[in-house]
């Protein structure tokens, strides 16, 4: 990769990281040699061995004494690696890690949609963002994209969102999720006795497509451009929940403002079964019906796609599109096993995601990455050519792609975007050093994760973290829970009706043919 002049690149902080072991994709993975990483600004300025550029490092080391604008790391024996990018995530429910359980999809929606919920505080916006944000970039997350479900959608929820971002320093792709059909997505599959009180709460609130589609156009101009390290996505939640119109004007926003596009694409069969019975002009496919209205593109990534087709994931790859590969949610809610060796094979580009703290309850990539190396196994016995630096290559460099950051983030060459991580190979999850890819993969479980920094920034070092008061943080969490856990209880008690009704038509599902399968057979 070119060194790539620029004004930061110029100016600025200088870090010089010393003596670590540098990843590099294309460089040996198993035994990376010690290299040290200059950054200036927000950028890396060199990738050099320990005996180039000797008086310049020596410099740099003697001003560090004496000035802050000069900082040495030591970071012998340790791992440094590329910033991983946490390609799929919500942060509006992070307060239910570990609340729930045992429940297919549709269920979860229930206990987990923003929209049951109501307006909440500005108090619990913030440190549910903050909260969401630093157990990221303690797991070695040094970008997120955070869809984002607005609720009341307005101003100030966003800003404070926003704000939280900027004050805690990662870097967020942000999205504000619309949609304009307010069923689940299970409804056509409802037994016919449901009662009028379960369709209720089962039906949700239709919206307006323009009015969602001006809002997001109204603050994409208010905020643009965005505080560093933040940038504007766009999300229509899923095409299912979208009318025509509504996938039309993020299409035209799309190409208006040059973003991103995310959307979640087959999480669930009964997805896949509504789409068969929507989109009978399109084959019956989600992929086919995206492509017609302009959705399908370089730009988009689509979250989950359990249930592609073969054919759908070559009209991916035709189309350049990729997807945010979510193992341990697609798990945890009983969606299935997506085919993303076949997508991987087929030259679709894959990203890795950790999905919603409620139904993932962990953002970490080092479980996202073995999950995604290890499913594999489930539908083929042989070797896939699902290995361990795919899964690095996914984590950093597939969702660079997936975020429109290609070239900026996902590698630490001259030229790119400081955003790295330093891993402590004392532990003894490195004990012995035999493969670093594999080791980084299979036995790490993010204890190792030392020092975090984006965009030249050390947001943490040696554990601390820099930016945030963690010990307050926590304080204030604790103030704010009571008030959650009484809410969360209230949404439960209010939607229990509609639970005997979800479960029967997710076993009515079942037995239904959607030409595929992504379940085990017993
Ligand atoms: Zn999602």
Not at 240 to 264: K, N, W, Y
Request: proline share 5%; charged share 25%; glycine share 8%.
């Amino acid at each position: 990769m070119a060194e790539r002049p620029s004004s930061d690149a110029q100016s600025g902080r200088q870090i010089l990281i010393r003596g670590g072991r540098v990843y590099d994709h294309d460089g040996d993975i198993d035994d990376p040699p010690v290299r040290d990483i200059l950054i200036r600004g927000s950028r890396i300025v060199s990738v050099t061995a320990p005996d180039e550029d000797s008086e310049l490092k020596q410099e740099i080391v003697s001003r560090a004494v004496i000035s802050d604008e000069a900082r040495v790391i030591e970071a012998r024996g340790k791992l440094v690696i590329p910033g991983f990018v946490n390609s799929h995530y919500h942060s509006y429910d992070v307060l239910a890690k570990g609340l729930l359980e045992d429940m297919p999809f549709d269920v979860w929606a229930l206990h987990s949609q923003p929209a049951y919920f109501g307006s909440r505080s500005r108090a619990e916006l913030r440190i549910r963002t903050l909260l969401g944000a630093l157990e990221c970039i303690r797991n070695g997350i040094t970008t997120l994209q955070d869809m984002n479900s607005l609720v009341p959608q307005d101003e100030e929820t966003l800003d404070v969102i926003l704000s939280a971002y900027a004050e805690i320093g990662v870097r967020v792709v942000f999205s504000i999720a619309v949609r304009d059909v307010g069923a689940l997505d299970i409804a056509p599959f409802l037994p016919p006795d449901v009662s009028e009180a379960a369709m209720a709460i089962i039906r949700g609130a239709p919206k307006d497509a323009r009015e969602e589609i001006a809002f997001v156009e109204r603050q994409i101009k208010r905020l643009t451009p965005l505080p560093p390290r933040l940038t504007w996505g766009l999300s229509p939640s899923g095409p299912q929940r979208s009318s025509r119109a509504l996938l039309e004007g993020v299409s035209d926003l799309a190409q208006r403002f040059g973003l991103p596009i995310f959307t979640h694409v087959y999480e669930t069969k009964a997805q896949t079964a509504k789409a068969r019975a929507i989109y009978g002009e399109h084959a019956g496919s989600m992929i086919r019906y995206l492509a017609a209205v302009g959705l399908l593109t370089p730009r988009t990534t689509i979250a989950h796609g359990v249930w592609l087709t073969r054919d759908e994931i070559a009209i991916m790859a035709e189309h350049r599109a990729g997807v945010a590969h979510n193992p341990i949610s697609n798990l945890k809610l009983k969606s299935g096993v997506a085919p993303m060796h076949a997508a991987m094979q087929a030259g679709v580009r894959v990203a890795l995601g950790c999905d919603n703290c409620s139904c993932g309850d962990s953002q970490s990539m080092f479980q996202a990455m073995k999950m995604f190396c290890l499913l594999a196994a489930v539908t083929d016995p042989n070797p896939t050519g699902v290995r361990a630096a795919d899964a690095i290559k996914a984590a950093t460099l597939g969702g660079a792609q997936a975020m429109n950051l290609e070239g900026e983030i996902g590698a630490l060459r001259a030229g790119m975007k400081a955003d790295l991580v330093v891993i402590d190979l004392d532990d003894v999850a490195w004990q012995p050093l035999n493969s670093a890819a594999r080791q980084l993969v299979f036995s790490e479980a993010g204890r190792g994760v030392e020092t975090t920094i984006v965009d030249g920034e050390i947001v943490m070092f040696e554990r601390k973290i820099a930016t945030i008061d963690e010990a307050a943080l926590r304080d204030e969490l604790a103030s704010l829970m009571p008030t959650f856990r009484r809410d969360f209880a209230n949404v439960a008690e209010a939607n229990r009706e509609a639970i005997p009704y979800l479960l029967a038509a997710n076993e009515r599902l079942k037995s239904h043919d959607v030409g595929i399968n992504r379940f085990v057979a017993l």
